[in-house]
């Protein structure tokens, strides 16, 4: 079945039941959907160890062990040895038996890994990377003509990473054709060699000017397997990145999957295209925002890389840091970050070499978790640097189209300015999802909800979530076929709401007031108080309720509506509740150490947040 992502799967039979499978790189996860009345809900759910390295080297027994599982915890009969059971047996007298649809998503094998290349690096090769991107991939470099390596580094660049995939673009339809024609000729110099599959020619995608088509043609035709799509930048004003897109979805089912252990098996399995777990991650975001017309940052923080989604204005953007994690990348957020960075968010004295050794012990035991408190505070400093550094690579790469010509007033008419201006505008985004291990599986709520509003500082009013038990895959690739379906689950099974962060912005002496509030909540209870600058104040609001929060700033403090303007704004509850955040925006913590210990304390105090540590 050759469809691609963004098309929907036509089927003659209503879905009612329905199993889904994310192979990931150390676990595939199964989930069991069925329709309950009019909703559809997730029922069961089944995990194994992913089977597609030795001894097995079959992604299949990862993902029949899985559904066995659900099999035993339902009573339902799925399998027939190794096959599925579909469509199931309800209108044959046997309601337990099979079910309509097997589908899934992988990352198994390391991704999607791509290489791309451009012209100017920051005008047609930051679109080539959007569009991997976006595609669910990791790129793991980015060529262009202006990038400063040599000729020789370049072909040796790309003959040593050994990619899945290139995408080529370049060019303006109807510019020169000489950069873009050089960079192909790189590319058949370097003679690259794909990462699975001694015998089958690497998958390259054109997307560049038409005019280089015939040399392109000439040069790489017989090297690799050529595919030529629409050039991703027509003209400087416009990013054209869906063919690509979709052109990437297609080649990684049929070449990259292909090449990986059982996949072939798998892909006879499933009853709708299997897609790149990121991709469908994105996809299922995608849906919400738009179903719900929000502006919305969803993160997923992994033991290696961390993913970061954007919808704002209806514009989707995904990055991933490839050198970001809690496990096998935990040193490169060192490394990045800077050890005072990690330290500043550690509520109590510790040496800088002990630090140091609980992050290289982690990155050599990457399956360990903590074990005590002061562990868990660690990690969870650890994650608020790797979530603020994705966030501001996202927000580099999250941004309007660069070299491109603005309208000016007269007296700009002498600067020439690039617009590249980032896409993500923090004062109107409306939710934040959080997924991923530290997220996700965090002792208690409120320390998941804390993470990202240390790491991320949301601005005005943001509602904040996570993804219960990381499904948000699962349930992209079933929004392509059936999105009532998607949406049910996501909105009643997948995703905890943890509540709403009111962050006035606009910085002032602890103590001194930042803003006055009246809180109406549902039951009519009225709460009047002040917001003082170093303070955290956190009011229970049960999920599903809604409160009326009116915030009078002061004079040079903005709320959202504007400096020294009142904001009044229905607010969402949660398991967490309302967050009310005096610290001030941008954040800033106490440089002596005493005084910054202290100020953790009373915070995490104010909410309840390590009750032990006090």
């Known amino acids: 079945m050759t469809s691609s992502p963004s098309s929907p799967v036509q089927f003659d039979h209503p879905l009612n ?67 599925i059971v579909t469509p199931n047996r309800a209108g044959q007298g046997d309601p337990m038996t099979g079910v309509d649809i097997y589908i899934s998503t992988s990352s198994a094998g390391g991704g999607l890994q791509m290489m791309v290349t451009g012209v100017v690096q920051s005008m047609t090769g930051e679109s080539a990377q959007r569009a991997a991107l976006g595609a669910g991939a990791i790129v793991i470099d980015v060529l262009a003509s202006n990038d400063g390596r040599l000729p020789h580094e370049k072909i040796e660049r790309i003959r040593s990473m050994r990619p899945d995939m290139i995408l080529m673009s370049g060019g303006t339809d109807g510019g020169a054709v000489t950069h873009v024609v050089e960079m192909a000729e790189y590319v058949s110099a370097a003679e690259p060699r794909p990462r699975f599959g001694a015998t089958y020619k690497l998958p390259l995608i054109f997307a560049g000017n038409k005019d280089a088509r015939p040399q392109v043609q000439r040069i790489l035709g017989e090297k690799a397997a050529l595919e030529i799509t629409d050039n991703i930048r027509p003209v400087l004003e416009k990013e054209n990145l869906a063919p690509a897109r979709d052109k990437i979805h297609d080649l990684f089912l049929e070449h990259v999957m292909q090449q990986a252990p059982g996949y072939r098996k798998l892909m006879e399995m499933t009853g709708a295209p299997i897609m790149p777990t990121p991709a469908a991650v994105g996809v299922i975001m995608e849906t919400i925002a738009k179903r719900e017309g929000l502006n919305l940052i969803g993160v997923d923080i992994g033991g290696a890389t961390t993913d970061v989604f954007s919808i704002f204005k209806g514009v989707f953007n995904r ?7 809690m496990s096998y990348s935990i040193s490169n957020v060192l490394a990045e970050a800077g050890l005072p960075n990690i330290m500043r968010w550690v509520p109590f004295t510790i040496d800088e070499q002990t630090i140091r050794n609980r992050i290289k012990n982690k990155m050599i035991r990457p399956t360990t978790i903590p074990q005590t408190l002061d562990e868990l505070q660690i990690e969870q400093a650890i994650a608020r640097e790797a979530l603020r550094l994705a966030l501001i690579h996202h927000k580099s790469l999250a941004s309007g189209l660069k070299g491109v010509q603005q309208e000016r007033m007269i007296s700009d008419m002498f600067e020439q300015q690039a617009s590249g201006k980032t896409l993500i505008d923090m004062l109107q985004l409306d939710l934040i999802v959080g997924s991923g291990g530290i997220l996700s599986h965090a002792p208690r709520r409120i320390q998941s909800m804390l993470m990202m509003v240390d790491a991320y500082e949301p601005l005005g009013v943001t509602a904040l979530s996570v993804d219960s038990i990381f499904m948000m895959p699962h349930l992209g690739v079933l929004s392509t076929i059936n999105e009532k379906a998607a949406t049910d689950v996501f909105v009643r099974d997948c995703m905890i709401y943890l509540g709403t962060c009111i962050a006035p912005i606009g910085q002032g002496k602890d103590g001194e007031v930042s803003a006055s509030y009246e809180i109406v909540f549902p039951d009519g209870k009225t709460v009047r108080d002040r917001l003082r600058f170093g303070d955290l104040t956190l009011y229970p609001l049960e999920p599903g309720k809604s409160a009326t929060i009116t915030v009078e700033p002061a004079k040079h403090v903005n709320a959202g509506a504007g400096i020294g303007v009142t904001l009044t704004r229905k607010v969402q509850g949660g398991v967490v509740g309302l967050l009310l955040d005096g610290r001030g925006r941008p954040l800033q913590l106490a440089e002596e150490q005493g005084a910054r210990i202290a100020s953790l304390k009373k915070w995490f105090d104010a909410v309840g947040l390590y009750p032990a540590a006090s």
């Open 17 to 83: 039941v329905i199993v889904a499978t994310d192979c990931g790189s150390t676990t595939t996860k199964a989930i069991l959907i069925e329709k309950v009345g009019e909703e559809y809900r997730q029922t069961y759910r089944g995990e194994a160890p992913t089977t597609v390295e030795a001894p097995f080297e079959d992604v299949t027994r990862g993902v029949l062990n899985a559904i066995a599982e659900i099999e035993e915890l339902s009573g339902r009969k799925i399998l027939d040895g190794e096959k």
């Open 319 to 325: 990055t991933v840091s490839a050198n970001l994690g």
